[in-house]
Nanobody, 125 residues
């Protein structure tokens, strides 16, 4: 059983930056790729970025390309999401999720097996 815990959310002005962390534990975490998702008020949860265990496969949704960077430190079982040039539309609850590495990085949340509780990101305009 893999457990995930997000941290690093908060309130920031438009144009600012935040770094989210996702710490994994339990199970065989080394077999899993990780994705970041977000859910804005009144909207469905959407894929934001994903990274394979070996970091050789990285994917972003178009709206965050050039502003967000995903990375991982396997020695610390931690995945990072550096978010720069934040916009009001980036507001939402951000979740990390784990998927078996061999399944790639699909955008559909249905493929992800384990989820954290989420961390709130609020960008004021």
């Amino acid at each position: 059983q893999v457990q995930l815990a997000e941290s690093g959310g908060g309130l920031v002005q438009a144009g600012g930056s935040l770094r989210l962390l996702c710490e994994g534990s339990g199970g065989t975490f080394s077999n899993y790729a990780t994705g970041w998702f977000r859910q804005a008020p009144g909207k469905e949860r959407e894929f934001v970025a994903g990274i394979s265990w070996s970091s050789d496969n990285i994917r972003y949704v178009t709206s965050v390309k050039g502003r967000f960077t995903i990375a991982r430190d396997n020695g610390k079982n931690t995945i990072y999401l550096q978010m720069n040039s934040l916009k009001a539309e980036d507001t939402g609850v951000y979740y990390c999720a784990a998927i078996p590495n061999e399944m790639g990085l699909p955008r559909s949340e249905a493929f992800y097996e384990y989820w954290g509780q989420g961390t709130q990101v609020t960008v004021s305009s």
